[in-house]
Nanobody, 127 residues
Framework: QLHLVESGGGLVQPGGSLRLSCAASAGTLEYFAIGWFRQAPGKEREGVSCISRYSTYYADSVKGRFTISRDNAKNTMYLQMNSLKPEDTAVYYC??????????????????????WGKGTLVTVSS
């Protein structure tokens, strides 16, 4: 049973940067496809980015500004967020799935098949 804990959220001004971390325990993150999701107030949860064994995917809304990565030695995944905008304000969740399928494709924004989820970290972009 993989356990995920996010950190790194906070208040940042428009144009600023944050790096979210997601530490995994009770399992080896290296074997999982991983992803970041977010849920803004009053909106549905959406997939932001993911890494499978085949590909890396970014939603159009974050492409060129966000970078997903993982450090297998630290059993941790990251989301580097640059050039933040007020519309990036949301609770951000990390998630993982043990699968051989490639869900990191167009449509990931609406993907609901992740097996394990963190509890989320709040990112607020405001001046």
């Amino acid at each position: 049973q993989l356990h995920l804990v996010e950190s790194g959220g906070g208040l940042v001004q428009p144009g600023g940067s944050l790096r979210l971390s997601c530490a995994a325990s009770a399992g080896t993150l290296e074997y999982f496809a991983i992803g970041w999701f977010r849920q803004a107030p009053g909106k549905e949860r959406e997939g932001v980015s993911c890494i499978s064994r085949y590909s890396t995917y970014y939603a159009d809304s974050v492409k060129g500004r966000f970078t997903i990565s993982r450090d297998n030695a630290k059993n941790t995944m990251y989301l580097q967020m640059n050039s933040l905008k007020p519309e990036d304000t949301a609770v951000y969740y990390c998630a993982a799935e043990l699968t051989v399928e490639d869900m990191c494709v167009v449509g990931f924004e609406n993907y609901n098949g992740m097996d394990y989820w963190g509890k989320g970290t709040l990112v607020t972009v405001s001046s």
